[in-house]
């Protein structure tokens, strides 16, 4: 795994984890201190940002 794959693949999880947070202080129970949104649109930042780094390292072989 190169540096590309790691930093992508921890964007996306950190993307995960946002919306996750964002979307349950939307939708429920307040979890977090700071307003939802916040969480949400991070969250997607950081899961779209991941998802492209992904996509430009492509796979490797063949």
């Known amino acids: 795994m190169g540096t590309k794959s790691i930093l992508g ?8 984890v946002g919306l996750i947070i964002g979307v349950f202080g939307l939708f429920g129970p307040d979890i ?21 780094i992904m ?3 492509g796979p490797k072989g063949a």
């Open 32 to 52: 977090a201190p700071r307003s939802p949104w916040i969480f949400a649109i991070l969250g997607l930042i950081f899961f779209f940002a991941g998802i492209s």
């Open 55 to 57: 996509k430009s390292t």
């Open 9 to 16: 693949t921890i964007l996306i999880l950190i993307g995960i």
